[in-house]
Structures are given as C-alpha cells and as structure tokens.
C-alpha cells in the first residue's frame, strides 16, 4: 500500500511569511509524528498525534510553530512568521497504535530567505 | 550533554569493509535500541530494533547493545556501494508514551 507521503517536497519561502506542510500518513495508522531535521543535527521531536488524545505538543520550539490533525488523518503543520533558522527538513511519521515502528515520510524541504 | 551521542562522520570505507557504527547514551531508562537508514533526500527507514543486551543479526547487518557501557553498535558485513547512507541510531525507554529519541547520524560513503 501507499506509504507516508508529504506535500510539498520543497518550500521556499520570505522571512515573515506563513507556511503550510502537509503529511498523509499510512491508512490506519492512528499514530502521527512530526520531527525537524537541520543539516548535521538529528531529528528533532516536535509534535506527537495519538487517536483522539491531547496531542503531545512538548517539542514545537515556540507558538509560532501550531499543528492540527483533521478527522484522525491528515496533518498540517504550521508555522507563522517564519525566521531563517526554521529552514530545515520537515519529517512525518505514522504508525500503528501502540507500535514503535515509525514510518516516515520523504520530508518537506523547507527554506526561509 | 545529549542524550544520545553519534559520530557524525562521514566515514568512507572501500567496498567489501566491515563497518562500524557506533552511539552512546546517558540514560540508563532507555530499552529499546534501534537503528535508521537514511538515504540522500529521502525519509529515514528502520534497519533493525532491538531491546536486550548482545547480538542480533539480520543478513550482512548486526546490532550490538551493550547496556552496562551505554553504547550499541550496529555492523556492516561485505559493505556495498548501496549502503552508503546516513545512518541514524535511535533508543526509547519502555513506557509506550515515551519519545523515541535519534543521534544525529552517521554519514557512510562505501567506495566501489
């Protein structure tokens, strides 16, 4: 079946402007994570989705940085007023409830001028 | 200090080496070891999991974790040119809540 997928693959944006990223994650996977990845650096955590639970916002670096999960699916990731150090590459993951294998998705290539 | 401390490399080695691939930890709570390839613009994937001290093996691939030193080692037997990648270790304490926390990767470059 389709894996996790994530639109758009690159994303050039102006400092101060307000940016969109997209995860489809894999069918059925009630689980959805996203993480950032800076050149060098590893994955960083920033948000956890779990069902219908709170979501586990503990690792988005400042309230810039927001994130919804429509209908237990599809996320977005926001980020408002983007600065030069938000550029890096945006990860999805997804996976099975209660599962630790975490299938990622091929990232968002953000950067920030 | 990181939790988790990786080489970033890059580490190129001529084809056919045995690799080797190495991360520390400081918190003794982590009990689930795990070991990502990521190849050039494209996701990380899991190569191997494992969550007791020793060997386990999985084709030309071995995971080593050894809980007493804080340090697991992932091997690369008869490295092919396919294998090169960044390779990224990754440990979870047991609690099924718990974040799954990443080294920041190991560069490889396998040398035809």
């Given at each position: 079946?389709?894996?996790?997928?994530?639109?758009?693959?690159?994303?050039?944006?102006?400092?101060g402007k307000d940016v969109e990223l997209r995860c489809d994650?894999?069918?059925?996977?009630?689980?959805?994570?996203?993480?950032?990845?800076?050149?060098?650096?590893?994955?960083?955590?920033?948000?956890?989705?779990?069902?219908?639970?709170?979501?586990?916002?503990?690792?988005?670096?400042?309230?810039?940085?927001?994130?919804?999960?429509?209908?237990?699916?599809?996320?977005?990731?926001?980020?408002?007023?983007?600065?030069?150090?938000?550029?890096?590459?945006?990860?999805?993951?997804?996976?099975?409830?209660?599962?630790?294998?975490?299938?990622?998705?091929?990232?968002?290539?953000?950067?920030?001028? | 200090?990181?939790?988790?401390?990786?080489?970033?490399?890059?580490l190129s080695v001529p084809e056919g080496a045995i690799v080797?691939?190495?991360?520390?930890?400081?918190?003794?709570?982590?009990?689930?070891?795990?070991?990502?390839?990521?190849?050039?613009?494209?996701?990380?994937?899991?190569?191997?999991?494992?969550?007791?001290?020793?060997?386990?093996?999985?084709?030309?691939?071995?995971?080593?974790?050894?809980?007493?030193?804080?340090?697991?080692?992932?091997?690369?037997?008869?490295?092919?040119?396919?294998?090169?990648?960044?390779?990224?270790?990754?440990?979870?304490?047991?609690?099924?809540?718990?974040?799954?926390?990443?080294?920041?990767?190991?560069?490889?470059?396998?040398?035809?």
């Open positions: 079946g389709a894996g996790v997928s994530q639109s758009p693959s690159n994303k050039v944006t102006e400092k994650p894999i069918s059925g996977h009630t689980a959805l994570y996203w993480y950032r990845q800076s050149l060098g650096q590893g994955l960083e955590f920033l948000i956890y989705f779990q069902g219908n639970s709170a979501p586990d916002k503990s690792g988005l670096p400042s309230d810039r940085f927001s994130a919804e999960r429509t209908g237990g699916s599809v996320s977005t990731l926001t980020i408002q007023r983007t600065q030069q150090e938000d550029s890096a590459v945006y990860l999805c993951a997804s996976s099975l409830a209660g599962e630790d294998t975490q299938y990622f998705g091929p990232g968002t290539r953000l950067t920030v001028l | 200090q990181k939790e988790v401390e990786q080489d970033p490399g890059p080797s691939l190495n991360c520390t930890y400081s918190n003794s709570a982590f009990q689930y070891f795990m070991w990502y390839r990521q190849y050039s613009r494209k996701g990380p994937e899991l190569l191997m999991y494992t969550y007791s001290s020793g060997n386990k093996e999985d084709g030309r691939f071995t995971a080593q974790v050894d809980k007493s030193s804080k340090y697991i080692s992932l091997f690369i037997r008869d490295s092919q040119p396919s294998d090169s990648a960044t390779y990224l270790c990754a440990m979870k304490r047991r609690s099924s809540a718990s974040k799954i926390i990443f080294g920041s990767g190991t560069r490889l470059s396998i040398r035809p």
